[in-house]
C-alpha cells in the first residue's frame, strides 16, 4: 500500500470516527481559521484593488508623448514663454501645453463635490490624449474652443448624480480635504477628497488643513494598528439612481464665477471624476494666466531625447511619471496598509489560541487509544503523522471556506467602503475599484489555513513522543512537563526591549513588530512561574484549609497547564489593554494637539486648489475687509504652499505653513540656538526622519527658483500629514522672501460676537457664497475627535471578539484538563468530596491560572502598548504621543476578563463533572 492510501485509510478508520464525535468543537475551529483568513484576505485584496486602480488611473492619463516636462520642487512655474521656446526648437516635432486644478462642482442633489480639472489644447487631444476624445454624438464640443465650457468624463457624471449612478461609498470623495495633502501630488490622475456638502461640516473637514493640517490623516492612518474608518456616501438621490438624463451646465466654485459652464461634450472614461476644458480658458477661470503644469513633448523622428534641461525643470516619459505617481502612493500609504494587515492577522494569531486548545483536547481525549495504537505496532511518528494530517485537513477546510469569505467580504468592502477602506489614504479617482486578485494570493491564502492549524497542533502533537503507552492506559497521565521549558517565556521578555529598539528595516518597524510577538510568546511561557509565585504566596492562608490547600498546591504542581489552558485570554486580554492604552494617549495627543494649533476662533481659506491640492491665494483685500466685520477682534494671515528643500545635496520637496507663531507649539525636545541671518524653521517629525535632520541643522529652502538659507529651530508634532513639513513665522517668511500672499486667515471674534453672523458676512466678501471654506476652532475639534472615535470604534469589537475566542479556549483547555484527571477526582469522591467541592475545586484552581494571565496580560499590555507609542507609531507613521494610561478602564477590563474566565471556568467543569462522575468511579474501580 502506497503511502496516500495508507494515509487515507488511517484517517477514515481511525481519525474520522474520533472526530466526528467531535463536530461541534471541530467546526468551530475551522469557522475560527474560516474567519480569521477571511478578515486578512479582503482587507489585502482591497487594498491590492485600490492600488491596481491607481496604477492603472495614472497610465491612462498619460500622454502619448516622447517626454514631460514638469517644474521641479521649488522651481518657478512652468509658462507659455518657455512653451513658445520650446516650439521654436528644431528636434521638437509637437509639444502640448497642461494645466491641472482640483475644484469644487455641484452635483444634481446640491451637494458638492471634488472633481479635477485639466487645462488642454482640446485640438490637439486626439494626438496627445486619444483616451479622452469627446464622444461623436456627445454635442458641439468645438464650442468649448469659443467660451469657457467642460468636458465632462462618464465617472465625473456618476459622481455628480446624473447618469448609472453605482451604489459605492465614492472612494475619492471622503468629506475631508485633509488626506488629499497625505495622498495628493502634483500631477495625480485624481483628485483625493472632496467636500460632500457646503455645510459647516464639509467647511470642518476642508478647514482641518487649514488651520492646522488635517486631522483626519492621522485618524484613519493610526487606526491601522487597529482597523480604518467608514466613509460617507454622497453620489445621487434615489431619483437620479432612475434616470440618464444628462445635464447641459455645470456650476464649478471658481474664483469670480456665478454664473454654470456649458456642457460642450462627454469623455468615454468610466475610471477618473475629471473635467477637461481648453487651456486658454482655464488659465483665465483659474486666474493662472501664463503659467502651466507641464509640457508634453515629440521629437522629431530620429532624433535623440535631450539629456539635459534647464534647472528647474523635471524631464521624463510619461510612463514613467505614472509608475512614480503609483510608486509614491504605496510609499505614502505602506504603513497604512502594512499595519491595518498586520492587525487583520491578530485576529487569526488570537483564534490561533482556540484552535490550539480544540487540538488539545482532540489529544487528550484521544491519549488511550493513541497509547493502544502504539502498542499494537503504529510507530510514534505513524500516530504523529496521522494526527498532522487531521491538522492539515482541517486548515485546508478552513482556507477554502476563508477564501470564499474573504472573496465575498473584499467585494463588499470595495462596494461599501472604497478601496482605501474609507481612510482617504490612497485618493482614488473615479468609480469604486473592482476586485484585484492574483494565483500567488490565491495559493497564499490557502496555505496559511494549513499552516495556523499545524502551528496550533505543535504542541499538543510534542505529548505524543515518548508517551508512556502503559502508564496512559492505566489512567496515569501522559507525562510531565520539562520546566527548563520555563525559561524560554522570561528569555523572550528579555529579548523584547533589543528587537524594540532596531531601526526599520526598509521602512518597515520589523524590529517593533518582532518585539510584540516576543512579548506574547514570553507571556504565554512566563505563566507557570507567575502560577508559582502566587501560590507560594498563598501557602500559608491556606495552609489549615483542606480545599484551598488543594487547589493551590494542585495550581502549583501542574503550573505547566495554566500557560494552555489561559493562553487566548492572555492574549487578548494584552492585546485590548496594549490598544486601550494607545488609542487614549493618541487621542489625549490629538486634542492638546488640536488645542495648541487652533488659537482662533474662525477659520477660513478659498475652495480652489492647484494641482498640488493646495488652497489658491485669497484676493488682497480679503483680510483688510474681514478686519472691518463688526464681531472681528483680530485677523492673521497665514500661508501655505509647496517648497523646495535642499540638504546636503538631497533635493525634496515639503509642505510650508507660514503663520504667526504667537502661541505655544507641540514642540519635540530641545530648540537650537541659530545665527540671525538665517530664516528659523520648525520641521516636523516626518521631515526629521526623512532627511535625518536636527535642530541646529542647515537646509536651503527654493520657492519659484529662487532660493533662501534657513536653518532648523526645533522639531515639531505634526498630525495633518506623513509627508514632510516645515512652519515658519508669517514675519520671518515675509521679512526674508518679500512672499506677502495669503491662503488662509484666522479671525478672533471679539466677546459676545455672533459666530454665525460673521460667517455670513465673510461669505458676502468672498468672490462668491460658497467659495470660501470655514469653520470655528470648536467645530474642527469636535469634527476631528468625532473621527477619530469613529475610526477606532470597530477595535472594541474586536477586542471582544478576541476575548470570546480565549474563553472558547479556556472551556475547550479545562474540558482536556478535566478528562485527563478523571481517576484524580474519582479518588477525591470517594475520600469525601462531594461534586459541589470539586467544582468549587476547580473553580480555584482555575481562579488561581487567571489571575497569574492577567497580571502578565496586563504587564505585557502596557509594554507593548510602549511599543506602540515610542516605537511603531513613530517608525511607521512619523507621529509621536504622550503615554497615557487611562488606569480605571484598564482595571475594568482586567476585571471583566477574571469575570469571565471565572464563569467559563465553572461552566465547563460544572459541566465536566456531572456528565463524568460516573467514569470517575469506575475508573478508581478498574485500578483496584
Known amino acids: ?31 475560527t481559521i474560516a474567519l480569521g483568513l477571511a478578515l486578512a484576505g479582503a482587507v489585502h485584496w482591497i487594498n491590492a484593488s485600490a492600488l491596481a486602480q491607481f496604477e492603472a488611473a495614472a497610465r491612462q492619463s498619460s500622454a502619448q508623448a516622447d517626454l514631460e516636462l514638469r517644474a521641479a520642487p521649488g522651481a518657478a512655474p512652468l509658462s507659455d514663454r518657455l512653451f513658445a521656446e520650446l516650439a521654436a526648437r528644431d528636434d521638437i516635432a509637437e509639444l502640448a501645453p497642461r494645466l491641472d486644478a482640483s ?16 487645462g488642454l489644447d482640446l485640438l490637439q487631444i486626439a494626438a496627445f490624449h486619444p483616451q479622452w476624445r469627446p464622444h461623436a454624438d456627445s454635442g458641439g464640443w468645438a464650442d468649448a474652443l469659443q467660451q469657457p465650457a467642460v468636458l465632462v468624463s462618464d465617472a465625473a457624471l456618476r459622481r455628480l448624480g446624473w447618469g448609472a449612478v453605482e451604489t459605492t461609498g465614492a472612494p475619492a470623495s471622503t468629506g475631508t480635504a485633509g488626506a488629499a495633502e497625505t495622498a495628493g501630488s502634483p500631477g495625480t490622475p485624481g483628485t483625493p477628497a472632496s467636500e460632500a456638502t457646503p455645510s459647516s461640516s464639509s467647511s470642518e473637514g476642508a478647514l482641518a488643513s487649514t488651520a492646522s493640517g488635517s486631522t483626519a490623516t492621522a485618524t484613519a492612518t493610526a487606526a491601522s494598528t487597529s482597523t480604518s474608518a467608514s466613509t460617507s456616501t454622497s453620489t445621487s438621490t434615489s431619483a437620479a439612481a432612475s434616470s440618464n438624463i444628462e445635464p447641459t451646465t455645470l456650476r464649478l466654485d471658481l474664483p469670480g464665477a456665478t454664473d454654470p459652464l456649458p456642457i460642450a461634450g462627454l469623455i468615454a472614461d468610466d475610471g477618473q471624476a475629471l473635467m477637461i476644458m481648453d487651456i486658454a480658458w482655464a488659465q483665465q477661470v483659474l486666474q493662472r494666466p501664463g503659467q502651466l503644469d507641464a509640457i508634453l513633448l515629440r521629437m522629431v523622428p530620429g532624433r535623440a531625447v535631450p539629456a539635459v534641461w534647464p534647472t528647474g525643470i523635471l524631464a521624463g516619459a510619461p510612463q514613467d511619471q505614472a509608475r512614480q505617481q503609483a510608486d509614491e502612493a504605496r510609499r505614502l500609504t505602506r504603513a497604512y496598509r502594512l499595519n491595518l494587515g498586520v492587525l487583520s492577522l491578530m485576529a487569526l494569531f488570537v483564534g490561533a489560541f482556540m484552535v490550539f ?56 468592502g470595495l462596494r461599501q467602503l472604497g478601496g482605501d477602506l474609507g481612510s482617504g489614504l490612497i485618493g482614488l479617482p473615479g468609480a469604486r475599484p473592482t476586485l484585484h ?37 492505566k489512567g496515569l497521565g501522559g ?17 523584547a526591549p533589543l528587537l524594540a529598539s532596531m531601526s526599520p528595516i526598509g521602512g518597515f518597524p520589523a524590529g517593533a513588530y518582532a518585539a510584540m510577538l516576543a512579548l506574547l510568546l514570553g507571556a504565554l511561557g512566563s505563566v507557570p512561574l507567575m502560577l508559582r509565585l502566587i501560590t507560594r504566596w498563598l501557602r500559608r492562608w491556606a495552609a489549615r484549609r483542606a480545599l484551598p490547600l488543594l487547589a493551590v498546591e494542585r495550581a502549583r504542581d501542574q503550573a505547566g497547564e495554566a500557560g494552555r489552558l489561559i493562553a487566548g485570554v492572555l492574549v487578548a486580554l494584552a492585546l485590548a489593554v496594549a490598544m486601550l492604552v494607545m488609542i487614549a494617549s493618541f487621542r489625549l495627543s490629538l486634542d492638546q494637539w488640536l488645542t495648541q494649533m487652533l488659537p482662533a476662533d474662525l477659520y477660513l481659506r478659498q475652495t480652489a486648489r492647484d494641482s498640488g491640492q493646495q488652497s489658491q491665494p485669497m484676493p488682497p483685500a480679503l483680510a483688510d475687509q474681514a478686519r472691518q466685520l463688526a464681531g472681528v477682534e483680530r485677523v492673521s494671515e497665514q500661508l501655505t504652499r509647496t517648497v523646495g528643500v535642499n540638504v546636503r545635496g538631497v533635493r525634496d520637496s515639503a509642505t510650508l505653513m507660514a503663520r504667526p507663531l504667537d502661541h505655544r507649539l507641540p514642540l519635540q525636545g530641545e530648540s537650537a540656538q541659530l545665527p540671525v541671518d538665517l530664516l528659523p524653521v520648525y520641521i516636523n517629525e516626518a521631515m526629521r526622519d526623512a532627511m535625518r535632520l536636527a535642530p541646529g541643522d542647515r537646509l536651503m529652502l527654493q520657492v519659484e527658483g529662487r532660493q533662501w538659507p534657513a536653518a532648523v529651530k526645533a522639531v515639531w508634532r505634526d498630525y495633518s500629514r506623513q509627508t514632510s513639513g516645515l512652519l515658519v513665522s508669517r514675519d520671518d517668511w515675509r521679512r526674508v522672501t518679500g512672499d506677502g500672499s495669503v491662503t488662509e486667515l484666522a479671525l478672533w471674534l471679539k466677546p459676545g460676537a455672533d459666530l454665525v453672523t460673521v460667517q455670513e ?21 469636535r469634527f476631528s475627535l468625532a473621527l477619530f472615535d469613529r475610526s477606532f470604534a470597530i477595535t472594541y469589537w474586536l477586542q471582544a471578539v478576541g ?50 494571565g492577567a497580571v502578565m496580560g496586563l504587564a505585557v499590555g502596557l509594554a507593548i502598548s510602549a511599543v506602540l507609542v515610542f516605537r511603531l507609531n513613530p517608525q511607521s507613521f512619523h507621529w509621536s504621543m504622550d503615554w497615557q494610561v487611562p488606569w480605571l478602564r484598564v482595571a475594568g477590563l482586567v476585571a471583566a476578563s477574571l469575570l469571565a474566565t471565572a464563569a467559563t471556568a465553572a461552566w465547563a467543569g460544572a459541566r465536566a463533572l456531572r456528565a463524568r462522575q460516573g467514569e470517575a468511579l469506575r475508573a478508581v474501580r478498574e485500578d483496584w
Do not use: C, K, Y
Open 1 to 31: 500500500m502506497n503511502p496516500l492510501s495508507r494515509a487515507w485509510v488511517w484517517w477514515w478508520q481511525l481519525s474520522w470516527p474520533a472526530l466526528r464525535l467531535q463536530w461541534g468543537r471541530q467546526l468551530a475551529a475551522l469557522l
Open 103 to 118: 475644484l469644487r462642482v455641484q452635483g444634481r442633489d446640491g451637494q458638492w463635490q471634488r472633481l479635477q480639472l485639466v
Open 437 to 473: 486578485t492574483t494565483p500567488a494570493s490565491l495559493l497564499g491564502l490557502l496555505l496559511l489555513g494549513p499552516i495556523v492549524s499545524l502551528g496550533a497542533a505543535a504542541l499538543p502533537l510534542m505529548r505524543l513522543r515518548r508517551l508512556p503507552a502503559a502508564q496512559v492506559l
Open 803 to 852: 476575548l470570546g475566542l480565549g474563553l472558547f479556549g479556556v472551556a475547550a483547555s479545562l474540558s482536556a484538563q478535566l478528562l485527563a484527571r478523571r481517576r484524580e477526582f474519582g479518588l477525591l469522591l470517594h475520600l469525601g468530596l462531594t461534586r459541589g467541592m470539586l467544582q468549587r475545586l476547580v473553580l480555584g484552581e482555575s481562579l488561581l491560572q487567571a489571575v497569574a
Open 357 to 412: 486548545a480544540v487540538h488539545s483536547l482532540s489529544v487528550a481525549q484521544r491519549l488511550p487509544q493513541l497509547a493502544l495504537l502504539g502498542v499494537l505496532g503504529m510507530s510514534e511518528g505513524q500516530r504523529i503523522r496521522m494526527l498532522m494530517v487531521e491538522a492539515v485537513m482541517l486548515g485546508l477546510a478552513g482556507a477554502v471556506l476563508g477564501l470564499l469569505l474573504a472573496l465575498g467580504l473584499a467585494e463588499l
Open 761 to 781: 458676512a465673510l461669505r458676502r466678501l468672498g468672490p462668491s457664497p460658497a467659495s470660501l471654506d470655514m469653520a470655528s476652532a470648536g467645530e474642527l475639534r
Open 479 to 495: 507525562g510531565t512537563d520539562d520546566p527548563r521549558w520555563w525559561l524560554i517565556g522570561p528569555a523572550l521578555l528579555a529579548l
